[in-house]
């Protein structure tokens, strides 16, 4: 199993997940009260359960539009929409309540989940709008440190946070709405796999479980750092360095875990999906918290989703739950002829961007983690 991650420096925590620590990621001075205590869950995890979203959008498809070329038939990361021959309009939105307590990480955190999905259709953000619910009773400068990290995440993205809608709401939310563009024929879809194409991952699994270990007590220092820095990593570079590829399909990981993901690439591609548990990469600390019997909220509503249509018989217990962890601002999970994998796997080295080769598409249905 490779257990994979940024390093933290100095850190003196043992590699295995320990008790008597706050719950929180960082803190922010002054402030009388923790972020994640006012949501029950926070990141994707909170994400509505996708059993239940896949059955209340069956046969409900937008009006003719010949210009939606992605719409709800088949959804994918974000909508995409014909302007004329060389250009497309992308538009997704994501937010979801705190998952950590620093304010500025969060919103930063919320923005990347977000702009990732115009980056996992291969489309280049443009403008972005804020979707927000505080409580009255947060300070000023907490809300401002949200907002002020979001706009900094749209910028570094190449887009403008140019401005949004607030409400009030005692459970705390934020996210954005972002429109960005793409080629009508360059745009990546998730229900392009074919038979012969590897399999990439662009991030570690584990954020859900460090995280959920961490509001429990189980706080692992080298995982969680490692875990902020992917979750405020943008795709962008990723993306850009892809594109030359032509992948087949591509999505980003996230609430639905990288098997709930899997499942949707291989059911809209008609394909099987065979994925190696010994090439999963995890974040430090992730498979010590999952043997501790940390599991998220979201585990039991993506094996709802997914488990009917994965097999994964003599597949460690700890390693399925990573399997099935709900990820926030994860990685882009790519298929591409098998060909091209050694030149991708040098070129994102060369980059210094992280890339795993996890599994590949075959003839068949479902998926099959082994």
Known sequence: MQNLGHKSSGSSSPPECNGGSPAAVAYFVGMSVKLTSLAPSG?????????????????????????LLVGLSPADDAVVYKLDDERALVFTLDFFPPLVDDPALYGTIAATNALNDVFAMGGLPLLALS??????????????AIFGAADEQVRAAGGILAGGHTLRDEEPKYGLAVVGTVHPNGFWPKSGARPGDALFLTKPLGT???LHAAREGLRHEEGLEAASVSMTTLSREAAEVLRPFSPHAVTDVTGFGLLGHAHEMAERSNVRIELDAEALPLF???LECAAAGVRTGGDRRNRDFASAHVEAQGVAEDVLALAYDPQTSGGLLIALPADKGAVLGATFAGEG???ARIGRV???RGVALA
């Open 43 to 67: 990141g994707c995890a909170a994400k509505y359960p996708a059993a239940r979203l896949e059955e209340l959008l069956r046969g409900f498809v937008p009006a003719e539009a010949e210009n």
């Open 131 to 144: 979707i927000a619910a505080f409580p009255e009773s947060l300070p000023n400068e907490t809300l401002a």
């Open 208 to 210: 859900g479980m460090l």
């Open 284 to 286: 430090p600390g992730a």
């Open 353 to 355: 961007l992280f890339l």
């Open 362 to 364: 075959v003839e068949g």
